[in-house]
């Protein structure tokens, strides 16, 4: 079992600022391609970003030139930072860990976008 532990959600107005963080063990860390997903009350969870452990980066459209991925491979976390937030951005956002062949996920984390 991978833990994965997140932190950096809240409250923030359209147009600000936060920056989401998931810690991984290293020993899976290292091996991964990190993700974000997220969950907006009823819909399903969709892709948010991902970076491979060379660090190549993939985007949904709804987030591109807003949000970054990023990955530390020394402090073994991987970060989503995102900018000019929207009301459509509010959701839970969950990090995941994809290694060999399967899935691990965060507890999520709470983004709220006020208008």
């Known amino acids: 079992q991978v833990q994965l532990v997140e932190s950096g959600g809240g409250l923030v107005q359209a147009g600000g600022s936060l920056r989401l963080s998931c810690a991984a063990p290293r020993y899976a860390f290292r091996l991964s391609t990190m993700g974000w997903y997220r969950q907006a009350p009823g819909n399903q969870r969709e892709l948010v970003a991902t970076i491979t452990s060379s660090g190549v980066t993939n985007y949904a459209d709804s987030v591109k030139g807003r949000f970054t991925i990023s990955r530390d491979n020394v402090k073994n976390t991987a970060y989503l930072q995102m900018n000019s937030l929207k009301p459509e951005d509010t959701a839970v956002y969950y990090c995941?860990?994809?290694?060999?062949?399967?899935?691990?996920w965060g507890q999520g984390t709470q983004v709220t976008v006020s208008s």
């Open positions: 995941n860990a994809y290694i060999a062949g399967r899935n691990y």
